[in-house]
C-alpha cells in the first residue's frame, strides 16, 4: 500500500463522505442503546493541513477549505452541523489547521456507550492511529487488511451499527471488491447501516458496478454523487460516490439539499454535477 491520505485530507471528496457520515452517526444516536461503528480503511485518523504534504497538494482548500467560513442556508446549516462542529472543535482558534478523519469525526461524535472498531494495515499509519486513540476504551485500533474484517468483525455485539468501507482504490477490482464484501457483510450483519465509497473518474466502470449492487437484491440502497469536474480532459479523481444500504428515512430528503448546495460550492467548473437516487428499494433510478 502506498497511498497516503494526507494529501488528500480534506478534499471534495471528504466533504461530502463525512458530511454523510456525520448524519448517519447522529441518526444513531437518536436511541438510547449503544452501537459500533466499524472503519475499515481507517488512515491516521487526524490530519495536519499545515504539514508538507498536505501543502503540496492544497486539495483542502477547494474542499473543507471552500465551507468552513461560508455562509451556509438555514437548511444546509442544519445538515452540516455535526460534521462542521467537528472540524471548529479542532481549531479553537479558529482558521484550519487540523482536520479529522472518519474514525477521529465519529469518536468525536460518540456517547459515553458508543463504540468504534478502526482498521489501518499501512504499517506507519497504524501506528499513528494507534497513537491517536491510546488509552481510549471505546476505541479498538487494529492493524488488519480491512476486507478482513467484513467477516471476522461483524456482527457487532451491539447489534447496531455503521460500517464504513473506504478503500484507497490503488489496485484494479476494487469495484468488484466492494460488491463482494458488502455481500459478504451483509450476510452477517443485515441489519448495519453501511456506508460505501467510490471515486468517479474517466474510465470508471460506474455502470456495471451499481448493476452488481442492484443484482445483491439487498432492499434498501441509496446512492449520492458529486462530480466538481469534467472528467474528459483530466486524469484524477473528478468526482467521488457514496452507497448508503439501510439508509435513515431522513438521509433523501437530506441529500436532496445538500447535494445542490456542495455542487455550487465546491465546483471547479462548469461541468460540476450532482445527484442521489435509489439503486434499490423507495423509487429506484431506470
Known sequence: MNYRHIYHAGNFADVLKHAVLARLVTYLKQKDKAFRVLDTHAGIGLYDLSSEEAQKTGEWREGIGRLIEAELPAPVAEILAPYLSAVRDLNPAGGLTLYPGSPKLVRMLFRPQDRLSAMELHAEDYETLHRLFEGDF?????????????????????????????????????????????????????????????????????????????????????????????????????????????????????????????????????????????????????
Open 138 to 286: 471505546q476505541s479498538r485500533i487494529t492493524r488488519l487488511d480491512g476486507w478482513l474484517a467484513l467477516g471476522a468483525h461483524l456482527p457487532p455485539k451491539e447489534k447496531r451499527g455503521l460500517v464504513l468501507v473506504d478503500p484507497p482504490f490503488e489496485v484494479e477490482g476494487e469495484y468488484e471488491r466492494l460488491v463482494e464484501g458488502l455481500a459478504k457483510a451483509h450476510r452477517r450483519f443485515a441489519g448495519g447501516i453501511y456506508c460505501l465509497w467510490y471515486p468517479l473518474k474517466k474510465g470508471a466502470p460506474i455502470k456495471n458496478f451499481h448493476e452488481a449492487l442492484k443484482a445483491l437484491e439487498i432492499p434498501k440502497m441509496l446512492c449520492a454523487e458529486l462530480s466538481v469536474r469534467s472528467d474528459r480532459d483530466v486524469t484524477g479523481l473528478a468526482g467521488s460516490g457514496l452507497i448508503v444500504v439501510n439508509p435513515p428515512y431522513t438521509l433523501k430528503r437530506e441529500l436532496d439539499i445538500l447535494l445542490p448546495f456542495l455542487k455550487g460550492r465546491l465546483a471547479q467548473d462548469r461541468f460540476a454535477s450532482a445527484r442521489s437516487f435509489w439503486l434499490r428499494g423507495e423509487t429506484p433510478l431506470n
